[in-house]
T-cell receptor, first 112, second 114 residues
Framework: QKEVEQDPGPLSVPEGAIVSLNCTYSNSAFQYFMWYRQYSRKGPELLMYTYSSGNKEDGRFTAQVDKSSKYISLFIRDSQPSDSATYLCAMSVNTNAGKSTFGDGTTLTVKP | GAVVSQHPSWVICKSGTSVKIECRSLDFQATTMFWYRQFPKQSLMLMATSNEGSKATYEQGVEKDKFLINHASLTLSTLTVTSAHPEDSSFYIC??????????FGEGSWLTVV
């Protein structure tokens, strides 16, 4: 069993929809939780970075962490066609984000 | 903001040859850089941690002699795939982090071995 499991998708939604992307994990030592967006044939770019449990909001994006359930989510409000990409969750035990464990990614398509 | 640059973006090489991929931190010094490999529709797999001025630390299952890493300066790390074979074809990505900042990924390098 993988340490990080991510809903595989693909996910297709109409423009303006609310999108929910989810990951579960098994390592209770994870303290730092990240969401990355990766466009086709490009390197990932960091979207959200949270420490421990709670919510964090940045514009149309909200990251949620529930450590008791070992579950994290990324919500995208008012989704846009430009949000179409693969979203990767990642987690690390310490601040060394370079040694994060990544989910396999969820491919999202937002249709105009 | 911080930028990590990779070169080349894509490369095609013949089986049995070696190919070098560069990773540069453009506006910060990086004592540590990371190299990943990503197969289509799969996640990033950490291959090794590149340490400036010392040997790289390889993850379990990654062949050190196959994937040579050199981190000769604070802004440059190179990954050399030696004696490449078609199964080495993949997307290789590097990352680096400025002090007290988050991590930034390069644009990635597509390697196709024919």
């Amino acid at each position: 069993q993988k340490e990080v499991e991510q809903d595989p998708g693909p996910l297709s939604v109409p423009e303006g929809a609310i999108v929910s992307l989810n990951c579960t994990y098994s390592n209770s030592a994870f303290q730092y939780f990240m969401w990355y967006r990766q466009y086709s044939r490009k390197g990932p770019e960091l979207l959200m970075y949270t420490y421990s449990s709670g919510n964090k909001e940045d514009g149309r994006f909200t990251a949620q962490v529930d450590k008791s359930s070992k579950y994290i989510s990324l919500f995208i409000r008012d989704s846009q066609p430009s949000d179409s990409a693969t979203y990767l969750c990642a987690m690390s035990v310490n601040t060394n984000a370079g040694k994060s464990t990544f989910g396999d990614g969820t491919t999202l398509t937002v249709k105009p | 903001g911080a930028v990590v640059s990779q070169h080349p973006s894509w490369v095609i090489c013949k089986s049995g040859t070696s190919v070098k991929i560069e990773c540069r931190s453009l506006d910060f010094q990086a004592t540590t850089m990371f190299w990943y490999r990503q197969f289509p529709k799969q996640s990033l797999m950490l291959m090794a941690t590149s340490n400036e001025g010392s040997k790289a630390t390889y993850e379990q299952g990654v062949e050190k002699d196959k994937f040579l890493i050199n981190h000769a300066s604070l802004t440059l790390s190179t990954l050399t795939v030696t004696s490449a074979h078609p199964e080495d074809s993949s997307f290789y990505i590097c990352s680096a982090s400025p002090p007290l900042d988050t991590i930034y990924f390069g644009e990635g390098s597509w390697l196709t071995v024919v």
